[in-house]
């Protein structure tokens, strides 16, 4: 019994290692709480002094707005006017600024769209040049064809003093020579015995000779008449009419039986028959 009583006391290590675990645990917590208290003083001082700059700042708005309001009071007494008469007239600055404003974004605007007119123009502008250039270039051409198409056509001599002219042999080569523009042509078909109105003059089929192609005409002109007897295909068949005594020629150029078609051709300031005008 003796000797259980003087055998040391032992303690297991993990009842110490728990010891230490909980003593740390409180100094961390001591330390955290510190932290904290810390924070909460600066933010609580923080806090008072918002309160009281916020303070501060209300009474300087008192100020402020007890000396406009002395500064409006005695503005009004100078101008004669009450406190009504201030509020209209500064609602009324306050809609001449408005309307100011909205005359500034309507003139700005209407600048916008002015300029994109202008583009617009511009654009349209550049296009006609270039379709001005395409026809240019398309009437360059259309003269060329037209001196060639004329270098084809054939001159004969016609019965009147040898005077050579230009003929057309049918009706394309007449559109050819019409293109030339120096004279008018009046197209006709005559059958025999018939006496026919073309341009200013009359005309009348004698007989026509489809094998020979040739035919005898009668032509009448200021009340005169001239015949053209064995006249041949493509022949140009020359006289003077008019007061100015102008040169017309006919040119026949197709003959069937008892039939010719042709054209009158006449300087472009002759006169015109009276159903033209």
Known sequence: MSELNNTPRTYSGALLAAIAVALLGALGGLIWSATLSSRLSTQQVELTDAK???????????????????????????LGLTQKQMD?????????????EANSKRLESAQQQTAQQVNAVSSEVSNVKTDVGGVKSDVAKTQSDLANAISKLTSMQGDLNGHSSLIARNHDELETLKHKGDRTYYEFTLAKGQKKPVGTVSLTLKNANSKKNTFNLEVTSDDKTVSKNNKGLYEPLQFYSGKEQMLFEIVVNAVSKNQVIGYLSVPKNAPVPATAQ
Request: aromatic share 0%; charged share 30%; net charge positive.
């Open 52 to 78: 009281q700059q916020n303070v501060k700042l209300a009474a300087e708005l008192r100020e402020t707005n007890a000396r406009l309001q002395v500064a409006t009071d005695e503005l009004g007494k100078s």
């Open 88 to 100: 209209a007239r500064a609602q009324e600055i306050i809609r001449r600024e408005a309307a100011q």
